[in-house]
Nanobody
Framework: VQLVESGGGLAQHGGSLRLSCEAS?????????IGWFRQAPGKEPEGVSC????????FYSDSVKDHFSISIDKTQNTAYLQMENLKPEDTGRYIC??????????????????????WGKGTLVTVSS
């Protein structure tokens, strides 16, 4: 599975950005979760949001649940992370992640790095104050 990431960059406090991540080489009947981890400078990566290709409520970390929104285009195996009202503390490297099913915890598999099968290279998001 290859992960192709795009988006990110520089935004001002209160601005918006959108990330996308396409997972290639997935069989059509594969059950999977896809989303992002965020690694702030000097910190360990944390799961911020994940979604599955089934009808399940997405996972959001407490730090982003009120201003990030994740969606998925199942026909393209592509996830999107819409980031609104960005804050300086949202700064970090956003790393796309995929876990292939079965998924006992659904999208909450992204709460831990150990639950991930594939990682993207990451894209930088910088929010200025």
């Amino acid at each position: 599975v290859q992960l192709v990431e795009s988006g990110g960059g520089l935004a001002q406090h209160g601005g918006s950005l959108r990330l996308s991540c396409e997972a290639s080489d997935l069989a059509s009947d594969t059950y999977y979760a896809i989303g992002w981890f965020r690694q702030a400078p000097g910190k360990e990566p944390e799961g911020v949001s994940c979604i599955t290709n089934e009808a399940e409520a997405p996972f959001y970390s407490d730090s982003v649940k009120d201003h990030f929104s994740i969606s998925i285009d199942k026909t393209q195996n592509t996830a999107y992370l819409q980031m609104e009202n960005l804050k300086p503390e949202d700064t970090g490297r956003y790393i796309c992640a995929v876990r292939i099913g079965p998924l006992l915890s659904g999208p909450r598999v992204c709460e831990r790095r150990t639950g991930i099968d594939y990682w993207g290279k990451g894209t930088l998001v910088t929010v200025s104050s």
